[in-house]
């Protein structure tokens, strides 16, 4: 059969719309003095946040490898590869860190957005600060503004099923983040945007549901891909008059709202209500095991494995997707509610250890997530996205029934983590790589952003070597 392709020529240029206009003014004109105290408070502790996961990250083989492979040739002039010790370039940096962000499933995220702002916007800002000669405010503003683009991206669209959000809308964020920390005027912040929207990944959400590592990827491209940006507006490249409408109104995403991208521009703030998370695994999985940890407190603290004859999980389609029981290595046991729920009845956490290979191949896992199974639970899809709702039951060989509910995931705007508990994660994952006095002064010097004339205290700490490994 053939279809019939209707020529829709272009005869000039087309204007750039009112409200990409708006934006670029907004993007340009933004000063740290016009964000509000909370919402610097938390880019900081989404910096922090960061730095953390792609610390832990760097430590996993393939990122180790995929390091040396990528940086044989040593730039101490370079932007810090962070928990590995060396410096590269500063697009190389970019990259690695973004890749090694999302290793562990533990970076922040937005579900306004339904995606993960920050390990798009954080790496690319860190590696372009010091070659711009950025203040620590600075780098906090560029954060919180390309963190606000790409999630209002997010929120504007509807990116098809069969995608998957990283290296997405991420990449505008990252370019407009670096754009604005070299002054980019109201005319070059449209320009970056129409570039940038070009320049995503087309991304397959099944690479997650397989295990396919590639996956984890996609962040640093973005953030590589940011850098370059600025390099190719500076050159003269151009993009389409309205590259975002194109993209995210025809090409990868449907129901394109424009008109979100400069509702209460300034006033509400994405970063402002990010969630954290504390569970090592897809965060589909997090209302399952937030219900299943009310469960073992009631049962005193443990249920033994071997007292389980079967586990039942009703909750929200995109959270019943991730019913395989026999995930083949460790990113897919973190997108197995299955094995998810048997290694946190076992090590009594979503850890980092909970998902390595000793764990994914420990029979008692293995045999206990083949007792746990995921169904849709039409009333529970019904209630998204205010609600993200999971009910597990636990059927114990001699009859008795545990049962609770989770309506949405711990640390979510709706259930926060608590500061102190953000900055305990933080420690948890930076110590095993650093130590603790050294992961007290990255925090310190994470913190003391707002005042520091430049970030050469916490660039010069970041690019130390881990004490796990020379």
């Known amino acids: 059969m053939t279809v019939h392709v209707e020529a829709a020529p272009v005869m000039r240029r087309p204007e750039t719309p009112d409200w990409l206009n708006d934006l670029a003014r907004f993007c340009a004109g933004l000063r740290y003095e016009d964000l509000p105290e909370p919402v610097v408070a938390r880019t900081l502790q989404v910096i922090g946040d960061c730095i953390a996961a792609i610390a832990a990250g ?21 932007a810090a590869v962070i928990g590995a010790g060396r410096r590269t370039t500063p697009s190389l940096a970019a990259f690695l860190n973004g890749t090694a962000g999302t290793m562990l499933e533990l970076d922040e995220g937005n579900q306004f957005c ?17 070659r711009t000669g950025a203040s620590g405010r600075d780098v906090v503003t560029a954060v919180a503004l390309g963190y606000e683009i790409g999630a209002r991206i997010g929120i504007a ?71 370059m940006v600025s390099d190719l507006v500076a050159a003269g490249f151009t993009g389409e008059a309205d590259g975002l409408g194109t993209v995210y109104g025809t090409v990868i995403a449907d129901d394109w709202r424009p008109e979100d991208m400069v509702a209460e521009l300034g006033e509400r703030w994405e970063i402002a209500r990010n ?20 469960i073992v407190v009631q049962e005193g ?88 709702p999971a009910r597990v039951t636990v059927t114990l060989k001699n009859g ?40 007290e002064a990255i925090i310190a010097a994470i913190d003391a952003l707002p005042g520091a004339a430049d970030i050469a205290a916490l660039d010069a700490l970041l690019a130390s070597a881990p004490v796990t490994r020379t």
């Open 58 to 78: 760097a430590q996993e083989p393939e990122t180790i490898a995929l390091a040396r492979r990528m940086t044989a040739t040593a730039d101490e002039a370079g």
């Open 114 to 130: 339904r995606g993960h702002p920050g390990i798009h916007v954080v790496p690319a800002v860190l590696a372009a600060a010091a």
């Open 157 to 227: 669209s509807k990116l098809r099923v069969t995608m998957h959000p990283h290296g997405t809308w991420g990449t505008v964020g990252a370019a407009v983040a670096i754009a604005w920390l070299e002054r980019r005027d109201a005319s070059g912040m449209a320009e970056t945007i129409n570039v940038a929207s070009s320049l995503g990944l087309s991304t397959s959400r099944r690479t997650m549901l397989e295990g396919g590592t590639v996956r984890n990827s996609f962040a640093g491209f973005s953030n590589q891909i940011g850098l």
């Open 275 to 294: 969630y954290f998370k504390r569970h090592a695994c897809c965060r589909y999985n997090h209302g399952a095991l937030d219900a299943l940890a009310e």
């Open 301 to 388: 603290g443990r249920i033994d494995p071997a007292a389980i004859e079967r586990v039942d999980i009703a909750t929200y389609i995109w959270a019943a997707q991730l019913a395989g029981q026999e995930p083949h290595n460790m990113l897919a046991a973190k997108f197995s509610l299955p094995f998810s729920i048997a290694t946190t009845i076992v090590h009594g956490a979503a850890t980092v250890p909970a998902f390595r290979e000793v764990a994914r191949t420990d029979e008692t896992i293995r045999s206990l997530a083949r007792r746990v199974f995921v169904r849709e639970d039409a009333e529970a899809t019904a209630k998204l996205p205010a609600l993200r």
């Open 400 to 439: 008795r029934v545990l049962e609770a509910q989770a309506l949405t995931n711990r640390g979510d705007t709706e259930d926060p983590y608590t500061p102190a508990e953000v900055r305990q994660k933080f420690f948890d994952l930076a110590v095993p790589v650093w130590g603790q006095p050294r992961a």
